[in-house]
């Protein structure tokens, strides 16, 4: 099947840093990548969709200075957190989905703990 | 407006018995429609999907869910549950005409199989 990769899987970082997090998809091109955000014990929010090439489509209230999104290439999507803060700990979850396909699949995902 | 319900936190079940996990779902127009299970600090992983066709679907892992139309219900289903099966598992949504390829996650239902 379709493998999505993270990088890292887990970072602890000082507040006011940046942390870049990167979603590749191993083995397929994905025209689509979508970032999720997740806190503990509940289900995934939609922050973001990412078009290879074009702008990311941000949700309501996501912040796209806070939350930069880059598609540069079919199998890369990154998601820079900037000036992050304590708030911004989540869990980070990507994922992709084949061109002309429904089926999205996800990557491992990302657990950021801002200090 | 497309909307997932997911009625029951946690689901208990004995092993060797069959287990249902409840869905039910809101959209405009027809869905399309998946499961995907999380284990503890992973991301989500591909079950299954109803796009069109039969209302049975089969997926990985012995698990099968029903599409009924008219309940606006996906259920999932496995008729004898593993104690390697417990986990948090999502339902989610998309409208088929739905231009932005979001997908809508239910609030997931913690499945607990005791030995």
């Known amino acids: 099947g379709a493998v999505v990769s993270q990088h890292p899987s887990w970072v602890i970082c000082k507040s006011g840093t940046s942390v870049k997090i990167e979603c590749r998809s191993l083995?397929?091109?994905?025209?689509?990548m979508f970032w999720y955000r997740q806190f503990p014990k509940q289900s995934l929010m939609l922050m973001a969709t990412?078009?290879?090439?074009?702008?990311?489509?941000?949700e309501q209230g996501v912040e796209k200075d806070k939350f930069l999104i880059n598609h540069a290439s079919l199998t890369l999507s990154t998601l820079t957190v900037t000036s992050a803060h304590p708030e911004d700990s989540s869990f980070y979850i990507c994922?992709?989905?084949?061109?002309?396909?429904?089926?999205?699949?996800f990557g491992p995902g990302t657990r950021l703990l801002v200090l | 407006a497309q909307s997932v319900a997911q009625p029951e936190d946690q689901v208990n079940v004995a092993e060797g018995n069959p287990l249902t996990v409840k869905c039910t779902y809101s959209?405009?127009?027809?869905?399309?429609l998946f499961w995907y299970v999380q284990y503890p600090n992973r991301g989500l992983q591909f079950l299954l999907k109803?796009?069109?066709?039969?209302?049975l679907v089969k997926g990985s892992y012995g698990f099968e869910a029903e599409f009924n139309k008219s309940q606006t219900s996906f259920h999932l289903k496995k008729p004898s549950a593993l104690v390697s099966d417990s986990a948090l598992y999502f339902c989610?949504?998309?409208?088929?005409?739905?231009?932005?390829?979001?997908?809508?996650f239910g609030g997931g239902t913690r499945l607990m199989v005791k030995p």
């Open positions: 994922s992709a989905r084949l061109a002309g396909l429904e089926t999205q699949y």
């Open positions: 083995d397929f091109q994905a025209t689509t």
């Open positions: 990412s078009n290879e090439g074009s702008k990311a489509t941000y």
């Open positions: 959209v405009s127009g027809n869905p399309y």
């Open positions: 109803y796009i069109t066709g039969d209302n």
């Open positions: 989610a949504v998309r409208e088929i005409h739905n231009a932005g390829n979001m997908l809508t």
